[in-house]
Nanobody, 120 residues
Framework: QVQLVESGGGLVQPGRSLRLSCAAS????????MGWYRQAPGKQRELVAAFTSGGSTNYADSVKGRFAISRDNTKNTVYLQMDSLKPEDTAVYYC??????????????WGQGTQVTVSS
């Protein structure tokens, strides 16, 4: 089992910044993908940014140039630096980790979510 603990959400004014953190613990094997999704009220959960197993990054078009994902492999932690925040970035942000587990195959884990509210 893997546990994901998120932190860093909150209420912020438009144009300001926030930094989210997600620390993974437990039985970490070969991570194939780790990153952030978000879900706004009445909308489907969507990818925000993620690292893939090849080391590349994927970003939603709506956050390119404003958000940056980074990681500390020694701490199994990923970060999401969110700059120039907009009201439409308001959502619950979820950390996600996919890994290949021996004897099980590919498994996906989710954090509990952290609320980000962008409002004046």
């Amino acid at each position: 089992q893997v546990q994901l603990v998120e932190s860093g959400g909150g209420l912020v004014q438009p144009g300001r910044s926030l930094r989210l953190s997600c620390a993974a613990s437990g039985k970490i094997f070969s991570i194939t993908k780790m990153g952030w999704y978000r879900q706004a009220p009445g909308k489907q959960r969507e990818l925000v940014a993620a690292f893939t197993s090849g080391g590349s990054t994927n970003y939603a078009d709506s956050v390119k140039g404003r958000f940056a994902i980074s990681r500390d492999n020694t701490k199994n932690t990923v970060y999401l630096q969110m700059d120039s925040l907009k009201p439409e970035d308001t959502a619950v942000y979820y950390c996600n980790l996919n890994q290949f587990e021996p004897g099980w195959g590919s498994r996906s884990y989710w954090g509990q979510g952290t609320q980000v509210t962008v409002s004046s």
